[in-house]
C-alpha cells in the first residue's frame, strides 16, 4: 500500500503543538490503520529528506504542519518544502494528494493542481489557534478540528466527505468553546479550501454498496445474487414441477429425479 511522508517540523512554539497533535491524530492514526507513515519529525523535515521519502517510498499522500504563506510550505526551520513557483516541487506532486496545515498555503493550491496533483486541502488564509497547557486543553479545538479531514481521507473518504466531517467538528468546536475560541474557529473553518479530484482520495474506493432489505423478513444484504438466493430458499415453498413428458422419459431411462 501506497504511504504517506508527513512533515512535523518542531523548532517553535507553535511547531511545538503542532508537531505533538500530527503525531497523535495523523501519524499514530494511520499506523493504526495498517498505512505505512515516514515521519519527519524534527531535525528530519528538511527538503532533502522530503523529495527522497516521496520519491522513494512513491508516497500517495502528504500532510502535516509548518509555516507558510501563499506559495510556500516550510519544514524544520521554515525550510521550503513545497513552492508553487518551483517546477521541481509541482513535479513531485504530480498525482499525489495532501493536507497542509499551514498559513495562506491554500492559495497555491490551484498551482499544484493545475499541474497534476490530484488533490489538495489547506487554508487560504493565516490559521489562528489558541494554547495553554502543553499540549491540551483548548489547543484541541484547533488540532483536532483540522486532523478530522486527514483522519477521514486516512479511513477511505473521499476530499468531500472528508472536508464536510471536518466542518461539522469545527461547528461541534464553536458550538462548546468560549466566545473568544470560538471567533477563531470559525475563522480558520471558513479559511478551509481545497482542490482536485474532490469525490476521490488517496485510499478512496468508491461510495459503498446500496443494501437491500428483503420484503419478508429483516435480512439484509448488498449482494443481489445472495438475495435472490436467500429469497428461493427461504420464502419459495413450491418446488418446480417437472413436466409430465419429462417425468414418462425419466422413468425409462431410469432418471432418479421425482
Given at each position: 500500500m501506497q504511504g504517506i511522508v508527513s512533515n512535523r517540523c518542531d523548532y517553535e512554539q507553535?511547531?511545538?503543538?503542532?508537531?505533538?497533535?500530527?503525531?497523535?491524530?495523523?501519524?499514530?492514526?494511520a499506523k493504526e490503520k495498517g498505512i505505512p507513515v515516514v515521519d519527519l519529525y524534527a531535525a528530519l523535515a528538511t527538503r532533502s529528506n522530503w523529495f527522497a521519502e516521496i520519491e522513494g517510498k512513491d508516497a500517495?499522500?502528504?500532510?502535516?504542519?509548518?509555516?507558510?504563506?501563499?506559495?510556500?510550505?516550510?519544514g524544520q526551520n521554515q525550510e521550503i518544502l513545497l513552492c508553487s513557483a518551483y517546477a521541481d516541487d509541482l513535479v513531485l506532486m504530480n498525482g499525489r494528494w495532501g493536507s497542509f496545515l499551514s498559513c495562506e498555503f491554500g492559495k497555491?493550491?490551484?498551482?499544484?493542481?493545475?499541474?497534476?496533483?490530484?488533490?489538495?486541502?489547506g487554508y487560504?488564509?493565516?490559521?489562528?489557534?489558541?494554547?495553554?497547557?502543553?499540549?491540551?486543553?483548548?489547543?484541541?479545538?484547533?488540532?483536532?478540528?483540522?486532523?478530522?479531514f486527514d483522519q477521514g481521507v486516512i479511513a477511505a473518504s473521499s476530499y468531500t466527505s472528508a472536508f464536510a466531517k471536518t466542518k461539522a467538528v469545527y461547528d461541534a468546536a464553536i458550538a462548546q468553546a468560549d466566545p473568544v475560541t470560538a471567533r477563531y474557529l470559525i475563522w480558520d473553518r471558513?479559511?478551509?479550501?481545497?482542490?482536485g479530484d474532490v469525490n476521490s482520495g488517496p485510499y478512496y474506493q468508491g461510495p459503498?454498496?446500496?443494501?437491500?432489505?428483503?420484503?419478508?423478513?429483516?435480512?439484509?444484504?448488498?449482494?443481489?445474487?445472495?438475495m435472490l438466493a436467500h429469497?428461493?430458499?427461504?420464502?419459495?415453498?413450491?418446488?418446480?414441477?417437472?413436466?409430465a413428458w419429462c417425468r414418462i422419459f425419466g422413468n425409462l431411462v431410469g432418471c432418479p429425479l421425482p
Amino acid at each position: 500500500m501506497q504511504g504517506i511522508v508527513s512533515n512535523r517540523c518542531d523548532y517553535e512554539q507553535a511547531t511545538r503543538w503542532g508537531a505533538y497533535w500530527t503525531k497523535k491524530l495523523a501519524v499514530d492514526f494511520a499506523k493504526e490503520k495498517g498505512i505505512p507513515v515516514v515521519d519527519l519529525y524534527a531535525a528530519l523535515a528538511t527538503r532533502s529528506n522530503w523529495f527522497a521519502e516521496i520519491e522513494g517510498k512513491d508516497a500517495i499522500f502528504v500532510n502535516g504542519v509548518g509555516h507558510g504563506n501563499a506559495t510556500v510550505y516550510t519544514g524544520q526551520n521554515q525550510e521550503i518544502l513545497l513552492c508553487s513557483a518551483y517546477a521541481d516541487d509541482l513535479v513531485l506532486m504530480n498525482g499525489r494528494w495532501g493536507s497542509f496545515l499551514s498559513c495562506e498555503f491554500g492559495k497555491a493550491g490551484p498551482a499544484f493542481v493545475n499541474a497534476g496533483m490530484k488533490g489538495f486541502f489547506g487554508y487560504s488564509e493565516t490559521y489562528w489557534f489558541e494554547i495553554s497547557e502543553f499540549p491540551n486543553d483548548v489547543a484541541e479545538f484547533f488540532f483536532g478540528s483540522h486532523y478530522t479531514f486527514d483522519q477521514g481521507v486516512i479511513a477511505a473518504s473521499s476530499y468531500t466527505s472528508a472536508f464536510a466531517k471536518t466542518k461539522a467538528v469545527y461547528d461541534a468546536a464553536i458550538a462548546q468553546a468560549d466566545p473568544v475560541t470560538a471567533r477563531y474557529l470559525i475563522w480558520d473553518r471558513d479559511c478551509m479550501v481545497m482542490y482536485g479530484d474532490v469525490n476521490s482520495g488517496p485510499y478512496y474506493q468508491g461510495p459503498p454498496a446500496e443494501t437491500k432489505k428483503c420484503y419478508w423478513c429483516n435480512y439484509e444484504t448488498d449482494n443481489m445474487p445472495l438475495m435472490l438466493a436467500h429469497i428461493c430458499e427461504e420464502h419459495c415453498y413450491l418446488k418446480p414441477q417437472r413436466p409430465a413428458w419429462c417425468r414418462i422419459f425419466g422413468n425409462l431411462v431410469g432418471c432418479p429425479l421425482p
